[in-house]
């Protein structure tokens, strides 16, 4: 125990001497650790379990025709709801921003709400509503556009949340100086506004992104579940894993968390330059 | 991805390796609060883990059986969930004193892992606590004038059943089709034909029994390929549909089995529910009872074509035919689904 106990120790004495190298260490270790509890071991669990069958079965897992198709549904889907939430993600946080209207704030507190439902129940709702007995005169219960609609539900807050302070921090001046040199309201925000929320935009859509290929909960009721067709990849895995193969419910969903991964890891990028670029 | 570059810049080898010991040490603690857990048997404290179909049966039984002699300060913990899930979740370490589960595969899991012991079935019901019937249900006044497996292929009929690989509870669904070929007469090659026309017709392949059962009520589907229970509890609870018993179709056996661990009360338990007076609360909610006898033959007709999964050689048989994830005749039939559809 004496070199553990040592480490522990370190970082005190460390702090008394050069207190600005003391404080990150021991918040460096503590974030370590508890990113390795929460997050990475777990994930490794998942690779290391997509590969028990041997890369062949890894491969057959993920290549079956039926694997294929969720996957390609949920990527496809995800994109096109990603899609949707950039425009109305920055046009939300434009409004909650810029304009002032009565029941402002309680529209705000409003945007948050999709995570705080249990998504099961955002599926049941979504369901209730516009599907075969719902009050709304279209149907779209049990079809691809009815998985589109509870992915939207659920990753709605992603964009919004991420563009509303970026936009708050904006410095006027810079728009207010374009429109006095005579730029029209559409060239300043192409040219002034934009430009600063796209690393804000980017972070949201990765994330939201992200959150499309794994959700399970809003989608299982709605989706219909039809391989093929309104089949998901959460959902596909799912049927694996109730089928005690779990080797390729892992296989696929290390294939969704590689795809997640690169994208996220393109985003940081993107945000990081969009912030050397701002300064 | 900021936490990244925090751990990428300030990571030193001391730093990892009080990482490490925080780690070593939370698995410890995990480690004690495992072993202090899993002890459960012998109390006269029972651990229920069940299918969430007979929550409501097994809420009348436990007090019931509190009443009598053998169940006197006998308390209990219930654990409610999809049967596939509960029999994981005992392997996985949840304390478990009976285990009551949709289908005997899921307790095999648990004879495979010594959780359960591999004479389960010997008891005077082998195993069986209750019984029901694969049915279909139709509209209210059946408007589609659906008597039978056969109405269901037609063209233009919307059939829901759950998926056979996420709900255990739907492989009973598809071996009553295929088995009604079979009784029938017709060869293994035409029922299989049959399956597979039967999921062209399905609308919704829900993820299990209930969620079917809500997808229907909410507007979907000309009929439903559900339990006699399921639709009686349902027509309890008000939902407008009727129910149709086919000509031909299977007994559904849930089993019940106390685990290696558990105590006498364990089994005093399982006989309680077992014998009349526990089986008179399962039929108040729709299921057949085991005790012959019991079964009002009024309100619970048996068909003429009725057979049970020994028809097919028994479970081990028909889950490694028919279901198994990567190749079996249900695997190449919902494959089939996208050939047909593109």
Not at chain 2, 118 to 130: F, H, L, Q
Request: hydrophobic letters at 50%.
């Amino acid at each position: 125990m004496s070199a553990p106990a040592d480490a522990l120790a370190l970082p005190r004495r460390a702090a008394r001497g050069r207190r600005r190298r003391g404080g990150p260490a021991v918040g460096g270790a503590l974030a370590t650790a508890y990113l390795s509890l929460v997050v990475l071991i777990p994930l490794a669990a998942v690779v290391a379990e997509s590969t028990t069958g041997g890369t062949a079965a890894f491969w057959h897992a993920i290549s079956g025709a039926q694997a294929f198709a969720a996957m390609r549904f949920t990527v496809i889907v995800s994109l096109l709801v990603v899609v949707v939430n950039i425009v109305t993600g920055t046009l939300i946080a434009w409004v909650l921003v810029r304009d002032e209207f009565p029941g402002k704030r309680i529209v705000n507190a409003l945007i948050d709400l999709p995570f705080a439902l249990p998504t099961i129940v955002a599926g049941l709702v979504l369901l209730a509503l516009y599907g075969p007995r719902g009050p709304a005169p279209f149907d779209i219960g049990f079809t691809r556009i009815a998985v589109g609609l509870a992915l939207a539900f659920v990753t709605l807050p992603f964009v919004v949340r991420s563009v509303q302070p970026v936009l708050m921090e904006l410095d006027r001046e810079m728009e207010e100086a374009a429109t006095s040199l005579g730029a029209r309201p559409r060239t300043v925000f192409a040219r002034i506004v934009l430009p600063n929320l796209v690393p804000a935009i980017a972070a949201g859509a990765g994330l939201a992104f992200a959150r499309a290929l794994g959700e399970f909960g809003s989608v299982v009721l709605i989706s219909g579940n039809i391989p093929f067709k309104t089949e998901v990849a959460s959902v596909f895995l799912f049927g694996q894993i109730e089928s005690d193969n779990r080797a390729a419910a892992a296989a696929v969903s290390v294939v969704l968390l590689v795809l997640s991964f690169v994208l996220l890891l393109f985003v940081s990028w993107l945000s990081t330059r969009g912030q050397r670029r701002a300064r | 991805m900021q936490f990244m570059y925090f751990i990428g810049m300030t990571t030193t080898p001391k730093q990892v390796l009080f990482a490490l010991t925080v780690l070593g040490l939370a698995v410890a603690l995990a480690g004690c609060g495992d072993s202090a857990t899993s002890g459960g048997g012998g109390s006269s404290k029972l651990s229920l883990v069940a299918y969430s179909t007979p929550k409501e049966a097994y809420e009348g039984i436990i007090p019931a059986f509190q009443k009598t002699p053998a169940g006197k300060g006998v308390t209990f913990s219930q654990s409610y969930g999809a049967s596939g899930d509960q029999a994981r979740a005992v392997i996985a370490g949840l304390p478990a004193d009976v285990a009551a589960l949709s289908l005997e595969p899921d307790i095999t899991k648990l004879v495979k892992e010594n959780l359960v012991a591999a004479d389960w079935n010997s008891t005077p019901t082998k195993g069986i606590v209750t019984r029901s019937l694969v049915v279909i249900g139709v509209r209210p006044g059946n408007p589609k004038h659906i008597k039978g497996w056969e109405d269901l292929v037609k063209p233009g009929v919307q059939v829901l059943t759950p998926n056979p690989f996420t709900s255990g509870g739907a492989r009973w669904n598809v071996m009553a089709a295929y088995g009604s070929q079979i009784v029938q007469g017709r060869t293994d090659a035409q029922a299989q034909d049959f399956l597979a026309k039967l999921f062209k017709n399905v609308v919704v392949q829900d993820k299990a029994a209930r969620d079917s059962l809500q997808t229907f009520t909410s507007g979907k589907g000309d009929a439903i390929i559900s339990y006699e229970n399921e639709a009686i509890t349902a027509q309890q609870k008000g939902e407008k549909l009727d129910y149709v018993i086919p000509d031909q179709t299977i007994l559904i056996e849930n089993p019940i089995a106390a685990t290696t661990k558990a105590g006498p009360k364990a089994k005093a338990f399982i006989d309680f529910a077992t014998s009349a007076a526990g089986q008179k609360i399962f039929a108040a909610k729709g299921y057949r009872s085991v005790i012959p006898a019991l079964v009002d033959k009024q309100k619970y007709p048996d068909p003429p074509g009725e057979f049970d999964i020994t028809k097919f050689g028994g479970w081990d048989a028909v889950m490694k035919k028919f279901f198994d994830p990567t190749k079996s005749v249900m695997q190449k039939i919902e494959a089939g689904l996208g050939v047909s559809t593109g």
